[in-house]
């Protein structure tokens, strides 16, 4: 769609080329918000810098905000100069800020989208967007529904000659009934594909990299089931607290924050079939399977595990526990670690257990996939000569220090037979990191390109709000979060869920 | 800077190199190419410079190589440069002497196992750099023909005559930002285009490029006019619907005119070397669209083998 044959100058051969977006402009309603300031707005300028907007580019703001043109365009210039990835350049900056537009208003003010109308078919005529439009919600999902409607009412939404994307941010609701009743919002307005939800671990260059590791080499995948993969580990820790996020975090906690839609596209990723393309609907459908497949454990109360954490020293700070945090109520009961124990039910991974967890103001700040395979099936050593070997593990580390590390055996240099792990590493390029593009500028271009695969789809989210629900449910009915002191990694009940099994988690 | 070697050979250089990453902390390699750079003394800081802020993004072990005179005793010299912020390895070799001229004798060693040999000439390179004994290590062959002075026979019709699959030459990598916004443009106007021209300083081995690719992928002969630069400053296409032109007057920001369009803006930034390098570096396989327009200049301008 985006290469037409007709067009001599392009050549399937000719991988030079950048994909560049053609005509279009994007509209942030919460242009004020944080995701904005730090990830949005960095990523359109990155990618103007990299030469991938199309010339013309338009970038409105819709907030309720009492700004003119410029006072946004100072808005976008100090979070370009303090967040962007690359260099900034002034020619980059002139040219991409005679594209910004600012509508003040309220998501109910008929006149402000009226005035949205105006600024988008002007910028039509001044800048050539061919009325490409992508509606960017930055903003809570209970003003949806507003917004979306109001895109219909004013004639925003319609798709003659050119095309109307939307592009939502997580929570995809809170659990099915609400994903559904947010779906049925938007897909009341927008057609299925022109749908795009963000969920920004997928625009991760490590997540991309675990199809490529998988799926391009002839030494992992013979090994990649059930006889020789015993189990794995899952984990997304943050060092941080929930610092401002309070009014959005309490009530939602990490299940529900992070396992529904990282965890679930992480663990999905490592284990679906080998699709048939890379097509989007490739792709959505070996996840589909994976997700459908998943088993929850009979006994809840024995594989799952929750806490909150209390105060202590995380990395030599002294940290308040979560009910101390700012607008936090004192009987909260939101769970900030959580852990679950899934299986999946197929041939290939009958009898792995996938076990993932989520905190907050853990040990440090990792997320990672480790594949922990089984012992040698006879090792021809004494006893003594294998006592410090651990199991074999291959560790896909997606933040910070991206990159992939292997354990394995190996002889202790002396007279003696005696063997230890060590750990081979490959670190996806040190500083090669910085030159890589950010999670948003993939997917930013991804969505004006109209280019869906990093994107889930709506069967994925329902189907994990289908496990998630009644583990939640469970919780909600049974008991209270277990403390863990901050700065640790999580509560004794997580280990008990591992130690169960004759297994325990890895320190990341 | 670094460790210096004196009057030594590929293996003790290869031991350097082996404990200086062990001292380094990481004894384990992330390199995935070897690139050979072979310079003269007076630009040997600055290629060196450039190939290690390229290797940032491919991490690589650089081999930088310095021919001195050829006469008086054989003798090897090696500068190892490992960590300080930059990825992979860096050695500088000078080589004086009769050795001077084996240089090939003395990287083949040092290549990393199994993986890519890349060679690049930031200045003068030979005719054949397929057939150049340092060249026939590679399997990617960057030159520069920009970097030749204007005074001598045209290096780019000296490279076209002495095309290997594989070779590659920088004044075609300055294209790719040009090309990529001419193919966005003409994406909003199917069909053929009537007439196409290059216009840019005279003497531009990447506007004779452009020139060649438009011809080839637009069957049409594209024109070739003369302006005081800097580069490349206009290209214009007629199509159909009427004319596209990108105009770039002043090295930095550009104008794209297409029709039924406002006129828009756009940066257009002549790039650093190191960046140029970086983009050669992510495709080491020969780049078939450059064949075919050498192949096609070849054509027009009636050399090749």
Not at chain 1, 156 to 168: I, N
Not at chain 2, 288 to 297: F, H, P
């Amino acid at each position: 769609m985006t290469n037409p044959p007709s067009n001599p100058l392009r050549d399937p051969q000719d991988r030079r080329l950048p994909r560049i977006a053609g005509p279009c402009g994007l509209v942030i309603f919460g242009v004020t918000g944080d995701l904005s300031r730090k990830k949005l707005m960095p990523a359109v300028y990155d990618l103007a810098n990299r030469g991938l907007l199309p010339p013309g580019f338009a970038l409105v703001g819709f907030a309720r905000r009492d700004w003119e043109n410029q006072d946004f365009a100072q808005i976008v210039h100090d979070a370009v100069k303090q967040y962007s990835r690359t260099p900034y350049r002034e020619e980059v900056w002139q040219q991409l800020s005679e594209g910004f537009r600012f509508v003040p208003g309220d998501f109910s003010d008929d006149e402000a989208f009226d005035q949205l109308r105006q600024t988008i078919e002007d910028l039509e005529r001044e800048r050539g967007t061919n009325g490409n439009n992508a509606y960017y919600l930055s903003i809570p999902p209970r003003f949806f529904s507003g917004v979306v409607g109001q895109l219909k009412k004013h004639g925003l939404a319609e798709q003659a000659d050119s095309w109307r994307r939307v592009v939502v941010e997580k929570p995809f609701g809170s659990d099915l009934k609400t994903a559904r009743e947010l779906d049925a919002v938007v897909s009341e307005v927008f057609p299925p594909e022109s749908v795009f939800r963000i969920d920004h671990y997928l625009g991760k260059e490590t997540v991309q990299n675990i199809l490529a590791m998988r799926f391009a080499n002839a030494m992992f995948e013979p090994i990649w089931n059930s006889h020789y993969v015993d189990h794995v580990q899952i984990t997304m820790a943050e060092d941080i607290g929930i610092g401002g996020r309070a009014g959005y975090y309490d009530g939602i906690g990490a299940a529900r924050d992070v396992i529904q839609n990282h965890l679930l596209q992480l663990m999905a990723l490592i284990a679906m079939e080998e699709p048939i393309s890379f097509e989007a609907r490739h792709l959505r459908i070996e996840k589909q399977k994976v997700l459908e497949g998943v088993r929850l454990p009979q006994h809840l109360e024995h594989y799952t595990a929750r806490g909150q954490y209390t105060e202590g020293w995380a990395g030599g700070v002294h940290v308040p526990g979560y009910t101390d945090e700012q607008d936090i109520p004192a009987a909260s009961r939101t769970e900030t670690f959580a852990a679950v124990r899934l299986e999946i039910g197929n041939a290939r991974w009958a009898n792995v257990p996938f076990y993932l967890r989520a905190g907050k103001r853990l040990g440090r700040r990792v997320t990672e996939v480790a594949v922990v395979f089984k012992r040698a099936p006879h090792l021809p050593f004494g006893e003594t000569a294998t006592e410090s070997l651990g199991e074999n593990a291959l560790v896909i580390r997606v933040q910070p220090d991206e990159g992939i590390t292997m354990r394995f055996g190996s002889k202790v240099p002396g007279t003696a037979m005696e063997i230890r792990d060590v750990s081979m590493d490959f670190a996806y390029g040190g500083s090669f990191v910085e030159s890589s593009p950010e999670a948003y500028e993939r997917l930013i271009l991804d969505v004006l390109l109209g280019d869906p695969p990093l994107f889930p789809q709506r069967e994925e989210v329902e189907l994990s709000w289908q496990i998630l629900d009644p583990i939640i449910e469970h919780w909600a009915e049974n008991g209270s979060p277990q403390d863990y002191p901050a700065g640790t990694w999580g509560p004794s009940s997580a280990d008990a869920m591992l130690a169960r099994d004759g297994r325990a988690w890895r320190r990341p | 800077m670094g460790t210096h070697l004196h009057d030594t050979n590929s293996a003790a250089i290869a031991a350097e190199l082996l404990l200086a990453r062990r001292h380094a902390g990481s004894p384990a390699m992330g390199m995935v190419l070897t690139l050979v750079v072979d310079t003269d003394e007076a630009g040997a800081d600055t290629a060196l410079a450039a190939a290690r802020e390229a290797s940032t993004e491919h991490p690589a072990r650089v081999i930088g190589v310095v021919r001195g005179r050829a006469s008086g005793a054989s003798n090897v010299d090696a500068e190892i440069m490992i960590g300080r912020g930059a990825q992979g390895e860096t050695v500088l070799i000078r080589l004086s002497g009769a050795v001077a001229a084996h240089a090939e004798s003395v990287v083949l060693p040092l290549l990393l196992p199994d993986s890519p040999v890349v060679i690049w000439w930031p200045g003068r390179a030979p005719d054949d750099p397929a057939s150049d004994p340092l060249g026939a290590l590679g399997r990617r062959r960057i030159t520069d023909c920009a970097a030749v002075p204007a005074c001598e026979p045209d290096p780019l019709l000296t490279q076209c005559a002495a095309f290997a699959p594989g070779n590659t030459d920088l004044s075609w990598t300055r294209l790719t930002v040009w090309r990529g916004l001419l193919a966005a443009a003409l994406d909003g106007y199917p069909g053929t285009v009537s007439a196409a021209e290059v216009v840019a300083e005279p003497d531009s081995p990447s506007a004779e490029l452009l020139r060649a690719w438009l011809t080839d992928r637009l069957n049409v002969r594209a024109a070739r006019l003369e302006s005081e630069g800097p580069g490349i400053t206009s290209v214009r296409l007629v199509t159909a619907a009427g004319e596209i032109s990108i105009t770039r007057a002043d090295g930095r920001l550009a104008v794209l005119t297409s029709p039924g369009q406002p006129d828009r803006p756009l940066a257009l930034k002549r790039r650093e070397t190191a960046e140029l390098l970086a983009e050669e570096l992510r495709r080491l396989d020969n780049d078939d669209v450059y064949e075919a327009t050498i192949k096609r200049l070849s054509k027009l301008e009636g050399v090749g083998r």
